[in-house]
């Protein structure tokens, strides 16, 4: 089935810009989505659709999708950033929905 | 606003049944797909089963078909997950979702453990 690659994780000094990348086959033909977790706590929608930010996302979490990559980039990034991050899609051709590992984000 | 409550774990041993429930409220639930997701300890997300508006489509992962099965009751706003012939590897925390124009979960509830061992 469908195999999306991330880094296992990405470091980042406060207020600098993280970019997570999401790898797959054709991936820019694909809508992606993107899901922070903290520890103890359900995942939660950050992006949709490629680049769609939910209500009460920050301006400073953005996407993009292209060829064979997709990146959710975190600007300006805060403490309360520091969590795992997962790219999903759907795949049209097992009937799946796949996710990525995940990267785990540290705010240095 | 959108409220899922996930109810049934427990600690069951290998080759059992259990049943999770997930209440819905705050929506039209018949209205929207519902699907499960699941993490097992230290590990990332995986997809489990997805069930549609209503209930003329199911999709399951490789990895539970044949022994899983998602169902739903409108009337009553929950989304189920019957799960037979469970494995150690079925050991995890098991989330419920809204599918949100069939391809991303806009909302989740806050899990489920589950826990096979003998």
């Known amino acids: 089935s469908y195999v999306l690659t991330q880094p296992p994780s990405v470091s980042v000094a406060p207020g600098k810009t993280a970019r997570i990348t999401c790898g797959g086959i054709d991936i820019g033909t694909k809508l992606v989505h993107w899901y922070q977790q903290k520890p103890g706590q359900a995942p939660a929608l950050v992006m949709y659709?490629?680049?769609g930010r939910p209500s009460g996302i920050p301006e400073r979490f953005s996407g993009s999708n292209s060829g064979s990559m997709a990146t959710l980039t975190i600007s300006r990034v805060e403490a309360g950033d520091e969590a795992d991050y997962y790219c999903q899609v759907w795949d049209t051709t097992s009937e799946n929905y796949v996710f990525g590992a995940g990267t785990k984000v540290t705010v240095l | 606003q959108v409220q899922l409550v996930e109810s049934g774990g427990g600690v069951v041993q290998p080759g059992t049944s259990l049943r999770l429930s997930c209440a819905a409220s705050g929506f039209s639930f018949s209205s929207f797909g519902m699907l499960w997701v699941r993490q097992a300890p230290g590990k990332g997300l995986e997809w489990v089963a997805v069930?549609?508006?209503?209930?003329?489509?199911?999709y399951y992962a490789d990895s539970v078909k044949g022994r899983f099965t998602i169902s739903r009751d409108n009337s009553k706003k929950t989304v189920y997950l019957q799960m037979n012939s469970l494995r150690a590897e079925d050991t995890a925390v098991y989330f419920c979702?809204?599918?949100?124009?069939?391809?991303?979960?806009?909302?989740w509830g806050q899990g489920s453990l589950v826990t096979v061992s003998s």
């Open positions: 659709e490629d680049r």
């Open positions: 979702a809204r599918l949100y124009g069939g391809n991303y979960f806009d909302s």
């Open positions: 069930i549609w508006f209503d209930g003329t489509k199911t």
